[in-house]
Protein backbone atom coordinates (compact mmCIF):
# COMPACT_ATOMS: atom_id res chain seq x y z
CA UNK A 1 0.00 0.00 0.00
CA UNK A 2 2.44 2.69 -1.05
CA UNK A 3 0.02 5.84 -1.34
CA UNK A 4 -0.60 5.38 2.53
CA UNK A 5 2.38 6.28 3.73
CA UNK A 6 2.43 10.40 3.49
CA UNK A 7 3.48 12.51 5.78
CA UNK A 8 0.73 14.88 5.11
CA UNK A 9 1.34 18.68 4.66
CA UNK A 10 -1.65 21.30 5.00
CA UNK A 11 -0.39 24.67 3.88
CA UNK A 12 -2.14 27.77 3.80
CA UNK A 13 -2.75 28.95 -0.29
CA UNK A 14 0.29 30.94 -1.31
CA UNK A 15 2.10 30.88 -4.92
CA UNK A 16 4.79 28.72 -2.76
CA UNK A 17 2.40 25.76 -1.61
CA UNK A 18 0.70 26.15 -5.34
CA UNK A 19 3.93 25.23 -6.98
CA UNK A 20 4.09 22.32 -4.32
CA UNK A 21 0.82 21.33 -5.87
CA UNK A 22 1.62 21.66 -9.24
CA UNK A 23 4.73 19.61 -9.36
CA UNK A 24 2.65 16.79 -6.97
CA UNK A 25 -0.12 17.07 -9.58
CA UNK A 26 2.27 16.62 -12.55
CA UNK A 27 3.85 13.91 -11.37
CA UNK A 28 0.45 11.87 -11.17
CA UNK A 29 0.02 12.39 -7.28
CA UNK A 30 -3.14 13.88 -5.45
CA UNK A 31 -3.81 17.03 -3.88
CA UNK A 32 -6.46 18.09 -1.73
CA UNK A 33 -7.80 22.00 -2.23
CA UNK A 34 -10.99 24.27 -1.18
CA UNK A 35 -14.32 24.48 -3.60
CA UNK A 36 -17.05 27.14 -2.85
CA UNK A 37 -18.83 23.84 -2.40
CA UNK A 38 -17.06 21.03 -0.17
CA UNK A 39 -13.05 20.28 -0.81
CA UNK A 40 -12.33 17.76 -3.63
CA UNK A 41 -9.32 15.44 -3.69
CA UNK A 42 -7.53 16.35 -6.89
CA UNK A 43 -5.40 14.75 -9.75
CA UNK A 44 -4.66 15.12 -13.57
CA UNK A 45 -7.48 14.35 -15.35
CA UNK A 46 -5.61 13.02 -18.41
CA UNK A 47 -3.75 10.38 -16.12
CA UNK A 48 -4.98 7.10 -15.37
CA UNK A 49 -2.49 6.54 -12.67
CA UNK A 50 -3.41 9.16 -11.36
CA UNK A 51 -7.00 8.86 -11.28
CA UNK A 52 -6.73 5.51 -9.81
CA UNK A 53 -4.51 6.65 -6.61
CA UNK A 54 -8.05 8.76 -6.07
CA UNK A 55 -10.62 5.42 -5.80
CA UNK A 56 -7.54 3.74 -3.87
CA UNK A 57 -6.94 6.84 -1.31
CA UNK A 58 -11.19 7.01 -0.71
CA UNK A 59 -12.02 3.75 -0.89
CA UNK A 60 -14.50 4.71 -3.66
CA UNK A 61 -16.62 1.79 -5.76
CA UNK A 62 -15.02 1.25 -9.37
CA UNK A 63 -18.57 2.21 -10.99
CA UNK A 64 -18.76 6.00 -9.96
CA UNK A 65 -17.47 8.45 -12.29
CA UNK A 66 -15.53 11.68 -11.08
CA UNK A 67 -16.54 15.19 -11.70
CA UNK A 68 -13.77 17.08 -14.25
CA UNK A 69 -12.83 20.50 -13.51
CA UNK A 70 -11.27 23.22 -15.08
CA UNK A 71 -10.12 27.12 -14.71
CA UNK A 72 -12.89 29.54 -16.60
CA UNK A 73 -11.01 29.98 -19.42
CA UNK A 74 -9.90 26.48 -19.90
CA UNK A 75 -10.74 25.68 -23.61
CA UNK A 76 -13.73 23.14 -22.56
CA UNK A 77 -14.46 22.57 -26.50
CA UNK A 78 -11.43 20.27 -26.44
CA UNK A 79 -12.74 17.97 -23.68
CA UNK A 80 -17.03 17.92 -24.51
CA UNK A 81 -19.06 18.11 -27.55
CA UNK A 82 -21.95 20.41 -27.21
CA UNK A 83 -25.20 18.90 -28.55
CA UNK A 84 -27.85 21.87 -27.49
CA UNK A 85 -28.01 25.37 -27.63
CA UNK A 86 -29.34 25.93 -24.46
CA UNK A 87 -25.42 25.06 -22.78
CA UNK A 88 -24.43 28.38 -23.20
CA UNK A 89 -27.47 29.82 -21.48
CA UNK A 90 -26.97 27.90 -18.63
CA UNK A 91 -23.11 28.78 -18.85
CA UNK A 92 -23.95 32.34 -18.76
CA UNK A 93 -25.71 32.26 -16.19
CA UNK A 94 -24.30 29.90 -13.71
CA UNK A 95 -20.72 29.84 -14.36
CA UNK A 96 -18.12 29.58 -12.55
CA UNK A 97 -20.17 28.25 -10.13
CA UNK A 98 -21.71 24.81 -7.95
CA UNK A 99 -23.15 23.52 -11.56
CA UNK A 100 -21.57 20.25 -13.10
CA UNK A 101 -22.52 19.69 -16.48
CA UNK A 102 -22.59 15.87 -17.62
CA UNK A 103 -21.50 16.20 -21.73
CA UNK A 104 -20.69 13.64 -23.99
CA UNK A 105 -17.01 13.48 -23.64
CA UNK A 106 -14.22 13.64 -26.75
CA UNK A 107 -12.68 11.23 -24.71
CA UNK A 108 -9.26 12.89 -24.20
CA UNK A 109 -10.12 12.82 -20.30
CA UNK A 110 -8.63 9.39 -18.39
CA UNK A 111 -11.75 6.66 -18.51
CA UNK A 112 -10.66 6.05 -15.40
CA UNK A 113 -12.47 9.04 -14.12
CA UNK A 114 -15.18 8.32 -16.62
CA UNK A 115 -15.59 4.90 -15.48
CA UNK A 116 -15.86 4.76 -19.30
CA UNK A 117 -19.34 6.10 -19.77
CA UNK A 118 -18.72 8.20 -22.96
CA UNK A 119 -19.40 10.85 -21.30
CA UNK A 120 -18.23 13.59 -18.64
CA UNK A 121 -19.22 15.80 -16.17
CA UNK A 122 -17.15 19.73 -15.93
CA UNK A 123 -17.29 21.98 -13.45
CA UNK A 124 -15.98 25.43 -13.46
CA UNK A 125 -15.67 26.52 -9.68
CA UNK A 126 -16.37 30.17 -8.73
CA UNK A 127 -14.07 30.24 -5.08
CA UNK A 128 -11.13 32.46 -5.42
CA UNK A 129 -8.79 29.25 -3.94
CA UNK A 130 -10.37 26.66 -6.75
CA UNK A 131 -9.36 29.07 -9.59
CA UNK A 132 -6.08 29.83 -8.18
CA UNK A 133 -5.51 26.11 -7.91
CA UNK A 134 -6.70 25.25 -11.63
CA UNK A 135 -4.71 27.95 -13.31
CA UNK A 136 -1.16 27.08 -11.07
CA UNK A 137 -1.96 23.30 -12.29
CA UNK A 138 -2.47 24.20 -15.84
CA UNK A 139 -4.58 20.47 -16.21
CA UNK A 140 -8.44 19.37 -15.91
CA UNK A 141 -8.67 18.43 -12.63
CA UNK A 142 -10.57 15.25 -11.88
CA UNK A 143 -11.96 15.16 -8.16
CA UNK A 144 -14.24 13.53 -5.83
CA UNK A 145 -15.61 15.13 -2.46
CA UNK A 146 -12.31 14.95 -0.30
CA UNK A 147 -13.47 11.93 1.98
CA UNK A 148 -13.01 8.38 2.76
CA UNK A 149 -15.61 7.20 0.71
CA UNK A 150 -19.60 6.90 2.38
CA UNK A 151 -18.44 9.40 5.10
CA UNK A 152 -19.60 13.08 5.11
CA UNK A 153 -18.30 15.38 3.10
CA UNK A 154 -15.17 17.56 3.99
CA UNK A 155 -15.74 21.74 3.99
CA UNK A 156 -12.93 22.28 6.22
CA UNK A 157 -8.82 21.22 5.76
CA UNK A 158 -9.30 19.79 9.18
CA UNK A 159 -12.18 17.52 8.25
CA UNK A 160 -9.88 16.78 5.31
CA UNK A 161 -6.85 15.73 7.35
CA UNK A 162 -8.71 13.76 9.34
CA UNK A 163 -10.02 11.34 6.62
CA UNK A 164 -6.58 11.75 4.41
CA UNK A 165 -4.12 12.56 6.72
CA UNK A 166 -1.00 9.71 5.45
CA UNK A 167 -2.95 8.94 2.04
CA UNK A 168 -2.14 12.00 0.72
CA UNK A 169 0.91 14.49 0.24
CA UNK A 170 -1.15 17.79 0.33
CA UNK A 171 -3.96 19.80 1.42
CA UNK A 172 -4.40 23.44 0.30
CA UNK A 173 -6.49 25.40 3.27
CA UNK A 174 -8.62 27.49 2.14
CA UNK A 175 -10.76 27.51 5.11
CA UNK A 176 -14.30 27.03 5.73
CA UNK A 177 -16.52 26.16 2.18
CA UNK A 178 -19.87 28.37 1.87
CA UNK A 179 -21.77 26.76 -0.03
CA UNK A 180 -21.91 23.48 1.97
CA UNK A 181 -23.39 21.02 -0.27
CA UNK A 182 -22.17 19.50 -3.57
CA UNK A 183 -22.66 20.72 -6.79
CA UNK A 184 -26.19 19.88 -8.88
CA UNK A 185 -24.83 17.64 -11.28
CA UNK A 186 -27.20 18.18 -14.54
CA UNK A 187 -27.09 15.72 -18.02
CA UNK A 188 -26.57 18.17 -20.80
CA UNK A 189 -26.93 15.41 -23.41
CA UNK A 190 -30.68 15.15 -23.66
CA UNK A 191 -32.91 17.88 -25.06
CA UNK A 192 -33.99 18.71 -21.96
CA UNK A 193 -31.47 19.12 -19.06
CA UNK A 194 -31.95 16.58 -16.42
CA UNK A 195 -30.96 16.60 -12.26
CA UNK A 196 -28.64 13.79 -11.57
CA UNK A 197 -28.34 15.25 -8.33
CA UNK A 198 -30.02 18.28 -6.74
CA UNK A 199 -27.96 21.53 -5.28
CA UNK A 200 -27.27 25.15 -4.59
CA UNK A 201 -28.66 25.60 -8.44
CA UNK A 202 -31.90 24.74 -7.97
CA UNK A 203 -34.49 23.07 -10.76
CA UNK A 204 -36.78 26.24 -10.64
CA UNK A 205 -33.38 28.11 -11.50
CA UNK A 206 -32.49 25.91 -14.55
CA UNK A 207 -35.82 25.57 -15.63
CA UNK A 208 -35.84 29.70 -15.35
CA UNK A 209 -32.80 29.77 -18.22
CA UNK A 210 -33.78 27.19 -20.50
CA UNK A 211 -37.25 27.01 -19.87
CA UNK A 212 -37.52 23.03 -18.81
CA UNK A 213 -35.52 21.63 -16.71
CA UNK A 214 -35.94 17.33 -15.75
CA UNK A 215 -35.40 15.47 -12.40
CA UNK A 216 -34.16 12.28 -12.39
CA UNK A 217 -33.23 11.15 -9.06
CA UNK A 218 -33.75 8.76 -6.33
CA UNK A 219 -36.78 6.84 -7.03
CA UNK A 220 -35.36 3.28 -6.65
CA UNK A 221 -37.11 1.76 -9.64
CA UNK A 222 -35.46 4.51 -12.36
CA UNK A 223 -32.00 3.45 -13.97
CA UNK A 224 -29.58 5.24 -12.09
CA UNK A 225 -28.30 7.61 -14.11
CA UNK A 226 -25.42 9.38 -11.70
CA UNK A 227 -23.89 6.05 -10.35
CA UNK A 228 -22.60 7.75 -7.32
CA UNK A 229 -26.64 8.52 -5.56
CA UNK A 230 -26.98 4.73 -5.43
CA UNK A 231 -24.13 4.27 -2.25
CA UNK A 232 -24.65 4.74 1.13
CA UNK A 233 -23.45 8.78 1.68
CA UNK A 234 -22.31 11.26 3.80
CA UNK A 235 -22.78 9.41 7.45
CA UNK A 236 -21.17 10.27 10.45
CA UNK A 237 -19.66 8.04 12.34
CA UNK A 238 -22.05 8.29 15.60
CA UNK A 239 -25.95 7.28 15.48
CA UNK A 240 -28.32 9.59 13.78
CA UNK A 241 -32.04 9.61 13.79
CA UNK A 242 -34.01 12.27 10.91
CA UNK A 243 -37.91 12.89 12.04
CA UNK A 244 -40.31 14.90 10.66
CA UNK A 245 -40.98 18.17 11.97
CA UNK A 246 -44.49 17.62 13.14
CA UNK A 247 -42.86 14.60 15.02
CA UNK A 248 -40.85 17.22 17.94
CA UNK A 249 -42.48 15.25 20.79
CA UNK A 250 -40.91 11.89 19.49
CA UNK A 251 -37.72 13.26 19.18
CA UNK A 252 -37.72 14.72 22.20
CA UNK A 253 -38.39 11.66 23.90
CA UNK A 254 -35.38 10.07 22.10
CA UNK A 255 -32.91 12.59 23.47
CA UNK A 256 -34.07 12.30 26.75
CA UNK A 257 -34.17 8.65 26.96
CA UNK A 258 -29.86 9.24 25.69
CA UNK A 259 -29.71 11.35 28.53
CA UNK A 260 -31.56 9.53 31.23
CA UNK A 261 -28.62 6.60 30.04
CA UNK A 262 -26.02 8.57 30.41
CA UNK A 263 -25.17 9.04 27.04
CA UNK A 264 -24.91 12.70 25.03
CA UNK A 265 -27.46 13.15 22.49
CA UNK A 266 -27.12 16.38 20.51
CA UNK A 267 -30.11 17.51 18.28
CA UNK A 268 -29.20 19.06 14.72
CA UNK A 269 -31.74 21.21 13.64
CA UNK A 270 -32.73 25.10 12.18
CA UNK A 271 -33.77 27.87 14.31
CA UNK A 272 -37.39 27.39 13.53
CA UNK A 273 -37.22 23.75 15.98
CA UNK A 274 -34.61 24.87 18.07
CA UNK A 275 -37.50 27.03 19.71
CA UNK A 276 -39.46 23.47 20.01
CA UNK A 277 -36.68 21.29 21.49
CA UNK A 278 -35.26 21.72 25.07
CA UNK A 279 -31.61 20.05 24.54
CA UNK A 280 -28.29 20.69 23.29
CA UNK A 281 -28.48 21.56 19.33
CA UNK A 282 -26.11 21.98 16.53
CA UNK A 283 -27.62 25.22 15.17
CA UNK A 284 -28.22 25.36 11.29
CA UNK A 285 -29.14 28.66 10.95
CA UNK A 286 -32.55 30.01 8.81
CA UNK A 287 -32.35 30.04 5.34
CA UNK A 288 -31.79 27.05 2.89
CA UNK A 289 -28.74 28.91 2.05
CA UNK A 290 -27.34 28.35 5.74
CA UNK A 291 -28.81 25.03 6.09
CA UNK A 292 -26.60 23.82 2.78
CA UNK A 293 -23.64 25.93 4.60
CA UNK A 294 -23.85 24.74 7.80
CA UNK A 295 -25.55 20.93 7.54
CA UNK A 296 -21.52 18.89 7.31
CA UNK A 297 -20.17 21.01 9.53
CA UNK A 298 -22.57 20.44 12.16
CA UNK A 299 -22.80 16.82 10.89
CA UNK A 300 -18.67 16.20 11.70
CA UNK A 301 -18.58 18.29 14.46
CA UNK A 302 -21.16 16.07 16.35
CA UNK A 303 -19.74 12.91 15.26
CA UNK A 304 -17.07 14.26 17.44
CA UNK A 305 -19.24 14.85 20.58
CA UNK A 306 -22.59 13.31 20.50
CA UNK A 307 -23.74 9.35 20.59
CA UNK A 308 -26.19 10.23 18.75
CA UNK A 309 -27.65 13.08 16.09
CA UNK A 310 -31.19 14.26 15.80
CA UNK A 311 -32.53 15.77 13.02
CA UNK A 312 -35.52 17.08 11.65
CA UNK A 313 -36.59 17.70 8.15
CA UNK A 314 -36.05 20.82 6.37
CA UNK A 315 -38.33 22.99 4.75
CA UNK A 316 -37.81 26.71 4.12
CA UNK A 317 -39.81 26.58 0.67
CA UNK A 318 -36.46 27.22 -1.27
CA UNK A 319 -35.76 25.06 -3.69
CA UNK A 320 -32.35 24.63 -2.42
CA UNK A 321 -34.11 22.22 0.34
CA UNK A 322 -34.16 19.41 -1.96
CA UNK A 323 -30.09 19.02 -2.15
CA UNK A 324 -30.31 19.36 1.50
CA UNK A 325 -33.02 16.79 2.42
CA UNK A 326 -31.18 14.48 -0.65
CA UNK A 327 -28.01 14.45 1.95
CA UNK A 328 -29.52 14.54 5.27
CA UNK A 329 -31.65 11.68 4.26
CA UNK A 330 -28.40 9.92 3.06
CA UNK A 331 -26.42 10.54 6.12
CA UNK A 332 -29.36 9.39 8.79
CA UNK A 333 -29.50 6.37 7.00
CA UNK A 334 -27.48 4.54 9.80
CA UNK A 335 -30.11 4.91 12.16
CA UNK A 336 -30.81 3.62 15.72
O1 LIG B 1 -19.30 20.14 -5.56
C1 LIG B 1 -18.88 19.09 -6.06
O2 LIG B 1 -19.43 18.58 -7.07
C2 LIG B 1 -17.66 18.40 -5.42
C3 LIG B 1 -16.47 19.36 -5.54
C4 LIG B 1 -15.18 18.74 -5.08
O3 LIG B 1 -16.38 19.82 -6.85
N1 LIG B 1 -17.40 17.14 -6.03
C5 LIG B 1 -18.18 16.05 -5.82
O4 LIG B 1 -17.73 14.88 -6.42
O5 LIG B 1 -19.18 16.06 -5.16
P1 LIG B 1 -18.28 13.44 -6.05
O6 LIG B 1 -17.36 12.50 -6.76
O7 LIG B 1 -18.37 13.30 -4.59
O8 LIG B 1 -19.67 13.35 -6.74
C6 LIG B 1 -19.78 13.32 -8.17
C7 LIG B 1 -21.19 12.94 -8.60
C8 LIG B 1 -21.46 11.47 -8.38
O9 LIG B 1 -22.80 11.31 -7.96
C9 LIG B 1 -21.25 10.89 -9.77
O10 LIG B 1 -21.95 9.69 -9.97
C10 LIG B 1 -21.75 12.01 -10.67
O11 LIG B 1 -21.33 13.19 -9.99
N2 LIG B 1 -21.10 11.99 -12.00
C11 LIG B 1 -19.83 12.31 -12.32
N3 LIG B 1 -19.58 12.12 -13.63
C12 LIG B 1 -20.73 11.65 -14.16
C13 LIG B 1 -21.12 11.23 -15.48
N4 LIG B 1 -20.28 11.25 -16.50
N5 LIG B 1 -22.38 10.81 -15.63
C14 LIG B 1 -23.26 10.79 -14.62
N6 LIG B 1 -22.94 11.16 -13.35
C15 LIG B 1 -21.70 11.57 -13.13
MG1 LIG C 1 -18.80 12.71 -2.57
Do not use: W
Amino acid sequence: MKYFDFDTEVDEITDASLEKAKTIILSDGLVAFPTETVYGLGANAFSDSAIKKIFEAKGRPQDNPLIVHIAEDYPIDELVEVDYDYIYKLRDAFLPGPLTMVYRSKGKVSPVATCGLGTVGIRIPRSVEARRFLKAVGVPIAAPSANISKHTSPVTAKHVYDDMKGRIPLILDGGKCDGGIESTVLDVTTETPTILRSGLVTYEMIKSVVGRCAYSENKSTDKVRAPGMKYAHYMPSCETALFKREEAAAAQKLYDEYEKSGKTPYFMCDDEMSKIIRGRVLPLGKTAKEIASNLYYRLLEGEGKADIIIAFDVSTGDGIDEGIMNRLTKACRRQV
